[in-house]
T-cell receptor, first 113, second 113 residues
Framework: GENVEQHPSTLSVQEGDSAVIKCTYS??????FPWYKQELGKGPQLIIDIRSNVGEKKDQRIAVTLNKTAKHFSLHITETQPEDSAVYFCAASLGGSQGNLIFGKGTKLSVKP | ETGVTQTPRHLVMGMTNKKSLKCEQH?????MYWYKQSAKKPLELMFVYNFKEQTENNSVPSRFSPECPNSSHLFLHLHTLQPEDSALYLCASSQVAGADTQYFGPGTRLTVL
């Protein structure tokens, strides 16, 4: 079946550094790619998303890039802060299943002060 | 209350018990979802309701029974569960089902003894 691969599974950075998380997807019909942040004891919260008609989107310290040819997309966080520490999930819509989302396994990001 | 709420937040039940999880969304959305989140695994979509009609049942065992009486409320009825069903159960909603932004509740942490 279709799947989304996410790397790395854990990432530790120093405060102020940049963090990059990468995902690849298998369904060539995917056209919607959200990123979620999940803090301890909470549900996932959308932080940024991108659709297939654009290659890059930025929102303050967070950016997402999409390469449809290679079927991969990445999350970039600049000037990381301790409050960025959380688990981050990428997802891709399934083209043949009413656009339901399929998720990666998550990346646990730790930002050290 | 705003957003997506779930009750209870924690539930411990025996294998012979019957219990229900409740989800309520205050966003005026028309689609609601149940997901299962287990350690080291991607979020697993269980059920999708769009305008109160079930549009997806992702091969979920019959011991899980969803109910959607209206667009704002979603239930998951549980009976004769197994210990491997212990997980975080997340509810989400979106404007419509498909490649649309999903908003998650905080989840119900379920433990089956």
């Amino acid at each position: 079946g279709e799947n989304v691969e996410q790397h790395p599974s854990t990432l530790s950075v120093q405060e102020g550094d940049s963090a990059v998380i990468k995902c690849t997807y298998s369904d060539s019909a995917s056209n919607y790619f959200p990123w979620y942040k999940q803090e301890l004891g909470k549900g996932p919260q959308l932080i940024i998303d991108i659709r297939s008609n654009v290659g890059e989107k930025k929102d303050q310290r967070i950016a997402v890039t999409l390469n449809k040819t290679a079927k991969h997309f990445s999350l970039h966080i600049t000037e990381t802060q301790p409050e960025d520490s959380a688990v981050y999930f990428c997802a891709a819509s399934l083209g043949g299943s009413q656009g339901n989302l399929i998720f990666g396994k998550g990346t646990k990001l730790s930002v050290k002060p | 209350e705003t957003g997506v709420t779930q009750t209870p937040r924690h539930l411990v039940m025996g294998m012979t018990n019957k219990k229900s999880l409740k989800c309520e969304q205050h966003l005026g959305h028309n689609a609601m979802y149940w997901y299962k989140q287990s350690a080291k695994k991607p979020l697993e979509l269980m059920f999708v309701y769009n305008f109160k009609e079930q549009t997806e049942n992702n091969s979920v065992p019959s011991r899980f029974s969803p109910e959607c009486p209206n667009s704002s409320h979603l239930f998951l009825h549980l009976h004769t569960l197994q210990p491997e069903d212990s997980a975080l159960y997340l509810c989400a909603s979106s404007q419509v089902a498909g490649a649309d932004t999903q908003y998650f509740g905080p989840g119900t942490r379920l433990t089956v003894l």
